[in-house]
C-alpha cells in the first residue's frame, strides 16, 4: 500500500470508529435509531457489537504500521490482542444482531455471513501468528481487516447514496456491498502480489 492509502485508511478508520461511539453521549435510540430495537432481548449483544466494533476498526491501522511492528513488537503484539478480542465479542454480537434486522432476510444473510467470515478469518490470523507462520498470519489479517473496513464503506454507502433511494433500500444493499468488494479488493491485492514475488524467488533458487 502506498503512503497515501495507508494514512487515508487509517484517518477514515478513527473518525468512524469515533462517530460510532456517540451512543455514549447521545443513547441508542437517538444516535442508531435503525438499531435500537435490538434494545429490547437483545441488548447485550448490541453493546457489545456497537462498543467493541469500533474499537477493532481503531486497532485495526495500527496492525500495519510497519515501524510500529519493528521497532515495538511488544506493543504490535498487545495491540493485535485488544484486536482480535475486539472481533470476537463484537463478532458474536452481530451474529446474534443478525437474524432479528429489521432490513429483512436479505440484510440478515448479508450481516451474518460477514460476522462468521470476520470471526473465522481473525481466529486464523491469530492461531498463525502463534504458531510462528507470520507471512500467512499477515494475509488472513488483511482480509480480516477488508471486513472490519466495511465499517467505513458502509458509511460512505449510506451517506451517498441513502439521498438517492431510501435509506431502507440502501441499508439492504450495504449488508453486501458494504465488505464483499473490500474482500474481492484484497484478493485481487494478494494474487497481484504474489505474482510479482514469484520471478524475484526463481531468480533467487536460479
Known sequence: MTKTRTILIAVLSLAVALASWRFLVFGVAQAMPFMAHHLDGRAVALYAHILLAPMALAAMPFQFWPRLRARRPALHRWTGRVYAGAVLLSGLGGLWLAPGTSAGPVAAWGFG????????????????????????????????????????????????????????????????????????????????????RLPVAAQGAA
Open 113 to 196: 455471513l460477514l460476522a462468521v467470515l470476520w470471526l473465522g478469518s481473525t481466529a486464523r490470523a491469530v492461531w498463525l501468528a502463534r504458531a510462528g507462520r507470520i507471512a500467512e498470519h499477515r494475509v488472513w489479517m488483511l482480509r480480516s481487516a477488508a471486513m472490519t473496513f466495511g465499517a467505513v464503506t458502509l458509511r460512505l454507502q449510506l451517506g451517498l447514496f441513502a439521498p438517492l433511494v431510501g435509506f431502507e433500500t440502501i441499508y439492504v444493499i450495504t449488508a453486501w456491498s458494504s465488505w464483499v468488494p473490500n474482500l474481492m479488493l484484497i484478493e485481487w491485492w494478494l494474487r497481484r502480489d504474489r505474482a510479482r
